[in-house]
């Protein structure tokens, strides 16, 4: 295996879409592990099955323990129970903070780099790095990069036009909290404030907000699913490609507006080595407010205080 090969920890609904659109695209070898070890080697012959007639070349296999995908370059954690609706943050933390224990036994001493898909994403992916003791460039959550999906295309649609060519940023937690960075924000090239009007962009401010809340009733197994898919995959692509792009990770913050400890969406330059430059961007007082209390509130359910 080389450095190019993505290891998927937890083959479940969202594990097995990533690795299927890793596969796909070609993109790279694919090692996939699960607890349930039929679960994870059905799904290798399954994938496997497929390539065939150049569909694609990339080698899918399993493994049956989890230290063993330490020889991938970059290792997806996607296992862990869903947040179903009328549950707090931090009660899916207790619920999943297994896992941290679990990986962090297995991959002691790595050197690995890891993509978080496991909700609760801020928490999960603190907690990971602080369970590795390893740099904040190397442990990278999907939060920051899932909601840019959702202001671009709520973006694109109040000004009909394609969102493939709106380009935003996200900072703060991935949650109602979240902050859109609109002097970071354009449609193909042109800033955002040319083309709309402060009320539309507080009117798209307010949709995600109430949309973050209105998801989280609605959640069940089947919802949730394939947006969270397709952020791991562009996070993913672009370490494997060292595309070297800015994108907004959940990744931990050390001093950034005074706010340490605890991981939040944060723009930053991607590449082979992760997220290797942050891009702090320039706040208002309002916004700076809100990432203290989210970091507050963050940091409190790291230590089991439901506040």
Known sequence: MTDQSVGVLGVGRLGSDVAFA???RD???????????????????DLTDTSFGHVYSRRISWVGEAHEL???GVILVAAG???EAGSAANELYAQNLHIIEQVADAFVGSSNLFVVATEPVDLMTQALATALRLPPSRVMGIGGV???YRVRHALGDALSVNPDYVRTQIVGPHDADASVIWNYTSVNGVPVQLVAPAGTREQIERALKADAETRLNQMSE???RYTPSMACLELLRSVVQDDRRVLSVTMPWTGTFGISDVAMSMPAIVGRFGAERPVPPDLDTPALDRLERSADRLAAALQGDAR
């Open 27 to 45: 993109l790279c070898d694919v090692v996939l592990f699960d607890t349930d070890r039929d679960r994870a080697e059905y799904l290798a012959s």
């Open 22 to 24: 890793l596969a796909e």
């Open 70 to 72: 330490a020889s991938c």
């Open 222 to 224: 089947s919802f949730s």
């Open 146 to 148: 899932v909601d840019s």
């Open 81 to 83: 129970a869903r947040r």
